[in-house]
């Protein structure tokens, strides 16, 4: 079955260190990925994605790759802000016919000044 | 922004009672998602509901649960007859299309 494995938490950062949120997937066919980001007392919020193989996506400086090769799509952020506190989940979505987002385990991160 | 609203956001029900989650998605949108997680668990698939009828569910979404959209802006989540181990999470989230979800900010069941 479809499963995503994520770095686990929780990491505690200084602010403007670099961010790297490791996630790797298995799945069947051509997944969409996905990392989630929840605020204290928020919904889950789509932070970025991509469709393909290749596929950079990014968003408010976040980036991620998605790497078939490694089955991996690890988030990077260059210079943290105490604003990014928050857990971070990857996800996919398995491909055509299927609407369901498979979840990691939500990975907390906390930026101190 | 248009959001998705879920009511009430901290829910406490005894065991065995019946329990009703109660989203409003967007207005707009065709798609609605049930998800739950359990505290330090995985957000989990519950069931997606698509025309009037479930779409998807998982192996969770059993006969305990079930849908509806009463009325054309709501879409509720109905467990039966509560159990300690359902207290959790639960999002509901809506979509245009089946490609990004908006989420809400979750309801918190506590079964005593």
């Known amino acids: 079955g479809n499963s995503v494995t994520q770095m686990e938490g929780p990491v505690t950062l200084s602010e403007e260190a670099f961010l790297t949120i490791n996630c790797t997937y298995t799945?069947?066919?051509?997944?969409?990925l996905f990392w989630y980001v929840q605020y204290p007392g928020e919904g889950l919020q789509l932070l970025l994605k991509?469709?393909?193989?290749?596929d950079k996506g990014s968003n408010k400086g976040f980036e991620a790759t998605y790497r078939k090769e490694t089955t991996s799509f690890h988030l990077e952020k260059g210079s943290v802000q105490v604003s990014d506190s928050a857990v971070y989940f990857c996800?996919?979505?398995?491909?055509?016919?299927?609407?369901?987002?498979?979840f990691g385990k939500g990975t907390k991160l906390s930026v101190i000044p | 922004e248009p959001e998705v609203t879920q009511t009430p956001s901290h829910q406490v029900t005894q065991m065995g009672q019946e329990v009703i989650l109660r989203c409003v998605p967007i207005?707009?949108?065709?798609?609605f998602y049930w998800y739950r997680q359990i505290l330090g668990q995985k957000v989990e698939f519950l069931v997606s509901?698509?025309?009037?009828?479930?779409?998807?569910k998982s192996e969770i979404f059993d006969d305990q649960f079930s849908v509806e959209r009463p009325d054309g802006s709501n879409f509720t989540l109905k467990i039966r007859s509560t159990k300690l181990e359902d207290s959790a999470m639960y999002f509901c989230?809506?979509?245009?299309?089946?490609?990004?979800?908006?989420f809400g900010s979750g309801t918190r069941l506590t079964v005593v």
């Open positions: 989230a809506s979509s245009e299309e089946t490609r990004s979800y908006t």
């Open positions: 799945a069947t066919g051509y997944p969409s």
């Open positions: 991509a469709t393909k193989a290749d």
């Open positions: 207005s707009n949108h065709l798609y």
């Open positions: 509901f698509y025309n009037n009828e479930i779409s998807e």
């Open positions: 996800a996919l979505r398995a491909g055509a016919g299927s609407y369901q987002l498979t």
